[in-house]
């Protein structure tokens, strides 16, 4: 019988057995797709552990050449019998991802839930042997401990992630084999991190005031575009200066994805606005939160959060509105990060405002610095960003 159980989970480290002709088209396209049949219908099909994967690839009937490591956003998670469930049933029933009761195998249909981040070859035995060992004590351990469902898979993917440190750092690399597969995380450009100081990746969408959509990447001084209010409305508001826009960086932001369809990526200490709590960072933001989003003109109506995961993207921008406020990909956002109250950040920005309203040209001024420790940012933010360890220090 047929019976499910939800499960929110953060992204969880999983793994994935197959060809090396089909990992090369992996590392190429960045992307897996579906296959046509298993346990749960036509899926891209995980496990917690490599030789969980090895003996799923092709039912058991192969042998596969290269191990997978994925992080793959489960979302809403349903538990069943292998073999009684399809593709269609799931979306019927509203879940994203399966687990079969009783084996090592998860179910994911969309591509875009499954994040690439590592390719190993079967035959590298000291990190397979590795992996396998860990995964079987941490298992031992949580199951001994009796932790919650969540808790463990927390440590347990903690653990993983940290031990694939280790053994880059003895390998000297994170990479597989430079002959033939590359890091799908890692791109061209500078790496930034954590993305700590940073707002949202080059490809977040704002909009302007005659509704024509607009990517951060292509935002300037002195486009006017929309923004949310503290009563829920959307006002017209400047750009007037930038704190970070650098097109090549690369850091990890927090996505959140909601049940209206909105998906926005923040940096972990970006402030977004949570109903009940007003502006948190987006790493506070937790499923079930209700966040602001424009799903038409006018006002702005609840969504709730039904998944949060963590991505590496491309490029860091920080765009400062009059109004202090912003629309990015119909979320509402603050503009400001590291300082925690909204309020004294919009305050400590009044004088680059009131510059700017006197004289605009002064804004070409300052954002033309190249010595910046923040790429592109307005001089004044830079000088600013000098205390951002103090402010985490006081918790302000």
Not at 144 to 167: M, T
Not at 297 to 311: D, I, K, T, W, Y
Request: aromatic residues 8%; glycine residues 8%; charged residues 20%.
């Amino acid at each position: 019988a047929c019976s499910g159980t939800l499960i929110s989970v953060s992204p969880m480290k999983l793994y994935h057995a197959t060809s090396r002709s089909a990992a090369d088209e992996i590392s190429r396209s960045r992307h897996m797709h579906p296959g046509s049949h298993g346990y749960a219908g036509g899926a891209i099909y995980f496990s917690q552990l490599p030789d969980g994967a090895c003996r799923k690839y092709r039912n058991g009937r192969g042998n596969p050449e290269v191990i997978i490591l994925c992080s793959v956003q489960l979302g809403r998670q349903w538990e069943v019998e292998k073999n009684t469930v399809s593709e269609r049933d799931v979306r019927r029933n509203r879940y994203d991802s399966v687990k079969i009761r009783g084996l090592d195998v998860f179910a994911v249909y969309d591509s875009w839930r499954v994040d690439v981040r590592q390719f190993r070859l079967v035959s590298d035995e000291q990190w397979f042997s590795t992996m396998n060992s860990l995964n079987h004590h941490m298992m031992s351990r949580l199951q001994n401990a009796h932790v919650s469902h969540h808790e463990g898979l927390r440590l347990r993917q903690a653990a993983v992630y940290s031990s694939h440190q280790d053994i880059a750092r003895q390998h000297g690399s994170t990479e597989v084999d430079h002959r033939h597969y590359h890091n799908p995380s890692r791109h061209q450009g500078s790496t930034v991190g954590s993305g700590e100081e940073l707002c949202f990746p080059a490809s977040a969408m704002v909009t302007l005031q005659n509704g024509i959509l607009k990517s951060m990447e292509d935002l300037k001084i002195g486009d006017v575009i929309c923004a949310p209010t503290a009563t829920g409305d959307i006002v017209n508001s400047e750009v007037y200066a930038f704190g970070h826009r650098d097109a090549a960086a690369q850091a990890v932001f927090c996505t959140i994805e909601t049940d209206s369809g909105h998906r926005v990526a923040a940096s972990a200490e970006h402030l977004l606005w949570v109903e009940g709590k007003g502006f948190i960072p987006a790493a506070s933001v937790l499923v079930d939160d209700l966040v602001r989003v424009q799903e038409g003109p006018g006002a702005l109506s609840s969504s709730r959060v039904r998944a949060v995961c963590q991505e590496v993207m491309t490029g860091v921008f920080a765009p400062f509105t009059l109004e202090g406020t912003i629309l990015v990909d119909g979320v509402a956002a603050s503009c400001y990060a590291v300082l925690k109250r909204h309020a004294l950040f919009h305050f400590a920005m009044s004088p680059a405002r009131a510059l700017y309203r006197i004289n605009r040209a002064t804004s070409d001024w300052a954002h033309g610095s190249e010595e910046l420790r923040l790429k592109g940012a307005h001089i004044y933010v830079d000088l600013m960003s000098f205390f951002a360890p103090l402010v985490r220090l006081m918790r302000v």
